[in-house]
């Protein structure tokens, strides 16, 4: 039942109905400004330029205070990652400052006859104790057996902490659980990063392909800015997703794909850009190494053996790939960002990168740009220390990074194999819902000698925790600077909007200070924030006091295209479709089509994503956001609800392939998704009583991602290879 092929594999939505500029944005426009956006009208006492943290594209934000108190968040218009706009999560901050949910006191686990119990301490006794913990955890087993978890801003004083204490097992539930395999895919073939923020010139751009990429849900605040802006210079949008996502609905093609088979649809497109002469022969024959190999390479693989694949017409596949080609340069695929789907994702992310190549839009108008970045120099102070990583049990043969899931798994015993990691120092991760099975992280967690978590908020991971140190929210403290490479040059500066809340303490503070009870002190030479901060910008000629008072400076614009040939950091300096880096790891050099495993019968593939206004578990608790979307809903197609029984906004419980279950969870019963998936939100189904609010709504897809298909190049987990079944909840 559940195999069944939607019919319904290809809408073209008329010229007439694509919309522009403000269409783009304007299912998100009418959500609801409730009550805690009303009191616009007030003069504020002071308005405080910083940078949001409520996810990780970091807008420039100006904070408006009155009586000590944020009313307002809005875009600063100087800061260029927001434009004087901010997404409705920007604009939730004021929830997350003042959540009275939030941790406010430092914590240690104590046992209270025999059982496990919270004990507030003191700052100074939480922080003697884990430097304890750490420093007997270091010296029974060696630095490198203490690992960091971290994500956000915050965390680049945790890494040098973790780095001072000797060890570089440094894990990043955003590498091997999200892009990492769409960098070393675009790595591979151009020698570079796509970076965040991706460095797609789409205000520029004629056309753009998005695969599974679910911008408009996907709520990073200048890029939908940037795709308002195409879409009012009339760019064609190409949308393939087993979901008719937000950006679905504004493409002139979607291609409601099956699950996994993307990599046959773009070695089809390759096919028919070089087997029609549709190629940008210039760039290639000036920048590509491996074009003769591609070509023979993508021979067969022709529309009609991609259809038998994807379910896609082969007159649509032609007519999308002309499309692209018609407009290229100017024209792109995007790379995605959450790419960790199938296991195959890094040679799915050459794929991309290869058709890119034929479209020649490297460093082009409108496909993808050079970023700019301002060079900050570092505090001055002493070197850290070489240090060493842990041997993972499972190695991969292009790595970057040590992988989070196998420093999860590293943890606990394996047969004779001891743990090989022995304490987690966590900065603003929830690991037990981010990693791969929920179950085995907590298991991981419990057998840890030690772990401290560092967070604002008693998620699920402060559960599992020896320690946890309340951090102030970013409303509250100073931070690093702030320089992603960009269209523009800027640097940027998080500062405090109000005095701290509750006995919250900012990171740089708590990493400082752990770092000197553990006689680490000297790696940080500073006096405080303000001394970090004003000596690096003093050492960059910036001035602070300006950064201070606009939140930002830009600096110089320069060229971020280039037309002349290109030299790139690849080993043969050229745009390599033939992968010699990958033929000597013992790797296909050649992004190959494998297919990928089928739901069985009775049960769907599991797919998820993003809310407009929720990140991760990081707002579901958020008593402004929870107002907009207050939970999760199960996306389920009409035939396949009829044929289960199942009526909309029917309460289900889900059961994935290994019998876990969660829920319940609302359905919500639409044609906008094909018959052999189902699809849900992901941070919902919070498990910790602490978040009032937060605590039970909806379900976790975290529970049901127990299996995952490894990328044999640099050990991403593919997540989208979970199989549920439904049944109606019944109430006890
Ligand atoms: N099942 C499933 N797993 C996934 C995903 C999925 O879609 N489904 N998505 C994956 C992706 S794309 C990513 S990037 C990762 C992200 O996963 P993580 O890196 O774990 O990021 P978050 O979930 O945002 O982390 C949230 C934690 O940070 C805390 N926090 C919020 N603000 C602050 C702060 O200012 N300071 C501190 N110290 N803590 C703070 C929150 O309270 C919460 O405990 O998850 C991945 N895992
Ligand atoms: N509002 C909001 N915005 C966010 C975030 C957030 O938490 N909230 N998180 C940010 C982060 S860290 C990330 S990584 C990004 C993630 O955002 P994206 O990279 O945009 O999203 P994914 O989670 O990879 O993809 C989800 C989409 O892929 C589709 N899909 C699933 N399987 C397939 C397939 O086999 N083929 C194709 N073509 N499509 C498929 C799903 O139907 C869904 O529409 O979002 C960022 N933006
Ligand atoms: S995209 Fe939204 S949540 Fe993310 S930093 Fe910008 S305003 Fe904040
Ligand atoms: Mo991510």
């Known amino acids: 039942m559940a195999s069944a092929i939607n019919r319904r594999t290809f809408l073209r939505i008329s010229g007439t109905t694509v919309v522009g500029a403000a269409a783009v944005t304007a299912g998100l426009a009418t959500l609801p400004v409730k009550s805690w956006a009303s009191d616009r009208g007030l003069t504020p006492d002071r308005v405080v330029p910083t940078f949001c943290e409520l996810c990780f594209w970091k807008c420039g934000v100006l904070a408006s205070v009155r009586n000590e108190k944020v009313y307002k968040l809005e875009g600063n218009p100087k800061h260029p990652l927001s434009n004087g706009k901010l997404c409705p999560r920007g604009t939730g901050g004021i929830g997350a400052l003042y959540d009275p949910d939030r941790l406010k006191t430092p914590l240690i686990r104590t046992k209270v006859n025999g059982e496990d119990k919270w004990r507030e301490a003191s700052w100074d006794e939480a922080l003697t104790y884990t430097a304890t913990r750490l420093n007997e955890v270091k010296a029974k087993y060696g630095a490198q057996s203490i690992a960091l978890f971290s994500h956000g801003h915050g965390g680049a004083f945790f890494k040098t902490l973790v780095k001072a204490l000797g060890s570089t097992t440094i894990v990043a539930p955003s590498n091997d659980q999200c892009r990492g395999p769409r960098e070393s895919g675009f790595e591979l073939t151009y020698g570079d990063v796509v970076g965040s923020v991706e460095n797609v010139d789409t205000p520029h751009a004629k056309c753009i392909a998005y695969l599974g990429t679910h911008l408009g849900e996907n709520m990073h605040n200048t890029a939908v800015q940037d795709l308002s802006e195409a879409s009012a210079r009339g760019c064609t949008f190409i949308t393939v997703d087993p979901r008719f996502s937000i950006i679905a609905s504004k493409s002139k093609y ?141 190695t991969f043969p292009l790595a970057t990074a040590p992988c989070a899931y196998d420093v999860g798994l590293a943890s606990v015993k394996d047969g004779d194999d001891e743990a090989r990691i022995h304490a987690w120092v966590v900065y603003g991760c929830n ?135 290109l030299t790139l950091k690849t080993p043969s300096k050229k745009v390599e479709f033939f992968s010699q880096q990958m033929a000597d790891a013992g790797l296909p050099p050649m992004p190959d089509y494998e297919p990928t495993e089928e739901p069985p019968t009775g049960y769907f593939r599991l797919l998820f994503g993003r809310s407009p206004v929720h990140t991760f578990s990081r707002t579901t608790n958020n008593p402004q956001l929870l107002e907009i979307v207050p939970e999760n809903e199960l996306w389920i197609n009409t035939e396949m609800a009829r044929v289960l029984g199942l009526k ?25 998704i094909r018959q052999d998936c189902v699809y849900m939100v992901h941070g919902f189904g919070r498990e910790d009583r602490r978040l009032s609010r937060g605590y039970g709504r909806g379900a976790s897809d975290s529970r049901l991602v127990t299996r995952v298909k490894r990328d044999p190049v640099m050990g991403g987990t593919g997540m989208n290879v979970n199989f549920v079944s439904i049944s109606r909840w019944k109430e006890a």
């Not at 960002?337 to 992310?349: A, E, F, I, L």
């Not at 405080?528 to 110089?556: C, H, W």
């Not at 019998?659 to 319940?664: K, L």
């Open 648 to 672: 909309p906004g029917a309460k289900v419980m889900l059961e994935n392939q290994d019998a876990v279950t969660t829920g319940p969870i609302t359905l919500k019963v639409t044609e906008r």
């Open 431 to 565: 690991v037990p819902l981010t990693l791969p099975n929920t179950a085995k992280t907590i298991e991981a967690m419990k057998a840890l000698d030690f772990v401290v978590a560092v967070d604002t908020m008693p998620s699920e991971v402060t559960g599992y925790a020896d320690v946890v140190l309340p951090e102030n929210t970013y409303l509250e403290r100073y931070d690093d600077l702030e320089s992603t490479p960009y269209r523009v040059p800027y640097v940027a500066l998080r500062q405090p909007a109000v005095a701290s809340l509750y006995d919250s303490k900012p990171g740089w503070w708590i990493a400082k200070s752990l770092a000197e009870k553990l006689g680490l002190g000297e790696y940080f030479p500073w006096k405080d924030a303000r001394d970090y901060l004003s000596t690096r910008m003093a050492k960059a000629n910036l001035s602070f006091e300006q950064l201070e008072k606009d939140g930002v400076i830009v600096g110089p614009a320069a060229a971020i295209y280039e037309d002349g040939p």
């Open 254 to 394: 979607w291609l409601p794909i099956k699950p996994g088979t993307d990599t046959a649809l773009l070695l089809a497109w390759a096919h028919v850009l070089i087997d029609e002469k549709l190629y940008r022969a210039d760039f290639v024959e000036q920048n590509v190494l491996g074009f003769e190999q591609l070509a023979a390479h993508v021979k067969d693989r022709t529309p009609e053996w991609a259809y038998l694949e994807t379910g896609l017409e082969p007159s649509v596949i032609r007519e999308t790939a002309r499309e692209l080609a018609r407009n290229a340069p100017s024209a792109f695929v995007h790379p995605g960002r959450h790419v960790v789907w199938y296991g195959n994702d890094t040679q799915r992310s050459r794929a991309v990168a290869i058709v890119n190549g034929l479209l020649g839009n490297w460093g082009k108008k409108g496909g993808f740009y050079f970023p700019q970045s301002m060079g900050i120099p570092g505090y001055p102070g002493p070197k850290l220390p070489h240090g060493e990583s842990y041997t993972p049990r499972l």
